[in-house]
């Protein structure tokens, strides 16, 4: 069986398509969504993705503002600038992109977070209202996977989820969606055993690890819908995912490519999650 691709570059272009028609209504009522990224210090990939997200804002109407500072920055200054963007009422979504110096702490500065500005989605509150079943800011990587997982037309109630790796940003909100949509999940991480037997169980597999195709294709049983979140450089320094994709495209019903499959779905739902703030923090009803 020859897997079909999900195209993650052309579902994104449709989900930002979607965020410019809904900024474009907002601009006719005289609204005029803002996006604050704080970048602090100068690592290299972090430049990149903000740079990236700054350029998606544009092409969507969104206004884009990036708070450059340097790496001596302290703590105390990044929290006094979450708390200025905190009281402005021009500021919709606000994101510290991550890794932070190692002066500062990343736990503080989430919490120092206004929950209806955190378009990550890191903020305990926004975690705890996915854990509750409510309305909140859902992580855009996790988002962007279901939203892949709907395209494929598949039935998550009752199917068999495995999600791999539990971190905060992409593994347990990914386990957490899942199970609201009626999957029954197995979340595996460095200490699951027998990670292979667990892989075979999955009906949809999610792959969140970091480590450049770990996962190989015989693991996969056939029809497998595998969602590859991982980014990764291979010793000859090309990007490549946490699957084997050559060998579970053999198995697969429907496997995302890396690059271009989950990760221009990040910053798709970056732009909705920022417009989903916009309308709640100023009273109108929801975008989408
Ligand atoms: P973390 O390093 O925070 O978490 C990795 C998780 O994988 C941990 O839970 C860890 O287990 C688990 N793990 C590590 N090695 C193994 C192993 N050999 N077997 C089973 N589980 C293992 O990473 P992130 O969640 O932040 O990111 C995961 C990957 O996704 C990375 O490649 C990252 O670059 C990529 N990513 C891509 C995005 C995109 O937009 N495409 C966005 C975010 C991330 P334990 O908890 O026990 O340590």
């Not at 604050?36 to 690592?43: E, K, P, Q, S, T």
């Not at 699957?243 to 732009?271: K, N, Y």
Request: aromatic share 2%.
């Amino acid at each position: 069986m020859a897997a079909r691709i999900l195209d993650g570059k052309s579902i994104a272009a449709t989900v930002r398509g979607e965020v410019k028609e809904a900024v474009d209504r907002l601009h006719a009522r005289g609204v005029f969504p803002s996006l604050h990224v704080v970048l602090v210090g100068d690592d290299p990939a972090s430049a990149v993705y903000v740079r990236n997200k700054a350029r998606a804002c544009e092409e969507v109407g969104i206004r884009g503002v990036t708070h450059r500072l340097p790496a001596t920055t302290t703590e105390a200054e990044v929290l006094a600038l979450l708390h200025r963007l905190n009281g402005d009422p021009e500021v919709d979504g606000v994101l510290v992109q991550l890794p932070l110096p190692p002066h500062i702490s990343a736990d503080r500065v989430i919490d120092a977070q206004d929950p209806a500005r955190d378009v990550d989605g890191f903020h305990p509150v926004n975690l705890g209202r996915l854990v509750s079943g409510r309305e909140g800011l859902v992580a855009c990587t996790p988002a962007g996977c279901m939203r892949l997982i709907q395209e494929t037309g598949i039935r998550l109630q009752g199917k068999r989820a495995v999600v791999l790796g539990r971190s905060l940003i992409v593994g347990k909100p990914m386990a957490l969606l899942l199970l609201a949509a009626h999957a029954t999940v197995t979340i595996c991480h460095s200490r699951t055993r027998d990670l292979p037997a667990r892989v075979a169980e999955a009906d949809v597999l999610v792959a969140a690890i970091g480590q450049a195709r770990l996962v190989r294709g015989e693991w996969i049983q056939e029809g497998t819908v595998v969602i590859d979140v991982g980014m990764n450089r291979d010793e000859e320094g090309r990007l490549c995912g946490d699957v084997d994709f050559e060998g579970a495209s053999r198995q697969a019903s429907f496997i995302t490519p890396v690059p271009g499959g989950v990760g221009p779905m990040t910053i798709a739902f970056l732009l909705r999650n920022t417009l989903i703030a916009a309308c709640a923090r100023r009273g109108l009803p929801p975008p989408f």
